[in-house]
C-alpha cells in the first residue's frame, strides 16, 4: 500500500515542489493550503495531466480545529498517515523594538504553534501504527539567529527544540522525527529582497548561489527512505553557516 504523506503548506514554495516530488515518488499525498487556492487547484490539475492524483486541502494550521479537519479527512480516506511535513510558514522583518503582541502571536502561531497542533493530531495513528515519519522545516536562522527577524528566530528553534525532544520520545515508537534548516532559497518568501541584497548574500555563501525548492525536496524524500536518521536538524544553506 502506498504511505500517505500531509504536507503543509503545499500551495507555493518548499513546500508545493516537495509534494510534486513525493507523489511522483508514488506517495498519497495530502496537499495543505490556505490563502492560495487557485495555487493548490493548479498543483493538483498539473499533476493529473501526469496520471497522478493529489488531495488537496484547505485549512489554517493555526487553528487547531482546521487542522482536526484535516487529519479526520486523511484518515477517513486513506485509514493511517506515514509522513508529516510541518512546512507552512511565514517570514518576518522588524526591529525587535518594533515587535508587538500581534506579531509574536501571528509568527510564533504558525510557525511554531502549527507544528505543535499538527504533530498532536497525527502522532496517535503513527504510534497505533508503529510508523511514521515527521519532517519539520526549520531554518538556519532558528540555528544561528538572524538580526530583525528575532520572532522567526525564535519560532524555529523552538521547531529545533521539539524535533529533538520528539525525536526522544517518540523513537520507541518508531516514529522519526527530523528538521531541515534551508540557508536561502528561492521562493516567493524572498520575493521582498533586492538585487543588490541577493548578490550581496551570495557573496557570503561559499557555493556562491541561492538554493532552489529542488534542494529541500530530495532531503525529504532521502529522509523518507532512511530508517536510522533522528532528532536531526540537517542545514542545507551552500555552507553559509558551518557549525
Ligand atoms: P512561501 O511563502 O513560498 O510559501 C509559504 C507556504 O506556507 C504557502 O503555501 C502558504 O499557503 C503556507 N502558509 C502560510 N501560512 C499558513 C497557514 N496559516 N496555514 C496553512 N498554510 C500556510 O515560503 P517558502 O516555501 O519559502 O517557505 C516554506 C517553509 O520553509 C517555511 O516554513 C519557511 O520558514 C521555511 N524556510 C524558507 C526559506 C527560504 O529562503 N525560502 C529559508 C529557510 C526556511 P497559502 O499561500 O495557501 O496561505
Request: with cysteine; glycine share 6%.
Amino acid at each position: 500500500m502506498k504511505k500517505i504523506a500531509i504536507i503543509t503548506g503545499a500551495s507555493k514554495g518548499i513546500g508545493r515542489q516537495v509534494a510534486k516530488e513525493l507523489a511522483k515518488s508514488n506517495i498519497q499525498v495530502i496537499a495543505n493550503y490556505n490563502k492560495s487556492e487557485k495555487d493548490a487547484i493548479q498543483l493538483k490539475e498539473e499533476l493529473k495531466k501526469e496520471n497522478i492524483e493529489i488531495d488537496i486541502f484547505k485549512a489554517n494550521v493555526t487553528k487547531r480545529e482546521e487542522i482536526k479537519k484535516m487529519v479526520q479527512f486523511a484518515l477517513e480516506k486513506y485509514h493511517k498517515i506515514d509522513i508529516l511535513i510541518n512546512n507552512a510558514g511565514i517570514s518576518e522583518y522588524k526591529m525587535f523594538t518594533d515587535e508587538t503582541d500581534e506579531d509574536w502571536n501571528n509568527v510564533i502561531n504558525t510557525n511554531l504553534y502549527s507544528v505543535f497542533a499538527m504533530t498532536q493530531e497525527v502522532v496517535p495513528n503513527m504510534i497505533h501504527n508503529k510508523n511514521g515519519c515527521i519532517i519539520n522545516i526549520s531554518s538556519i536562522w532558528g540555528i544561528v539567529g538572524a538580526s530583525l527577524e528575532v520572532l522567526y528566530s525564535i519560532s524555529k528553534s523552538g521547531i529545533n527544540g521539539m524535533t529533538k525532544a520528539l525525536a526522544k520520545e517518540l523513537g520507541p515508537s518508531n516514529i522519526r522525527v527530523n528538521a531541515i534548516a534551508p540557508g536561502i532559497i528561492n521562493t516567493q518568501m524572498n520575493s521582498k529582497l533586492s538585487e543588490e541584497e541577493i548578490t550581496r548574500i551570495k557573496e557570503e555563501i561559499p557555493l556562491e548561489k541561492i538554493g532552489n525548492p529542488i534542494e529541500i525536496a530530495k532531503c525529504i524524500k532521502w529522509l523518507i527512505d532512511d530508517n536510522y536518521t533522528t532528532g536531526q536538524i540537517i542545514s542545507i544553506n551552500g555552507g553559509w553557516s558551518i557549525t
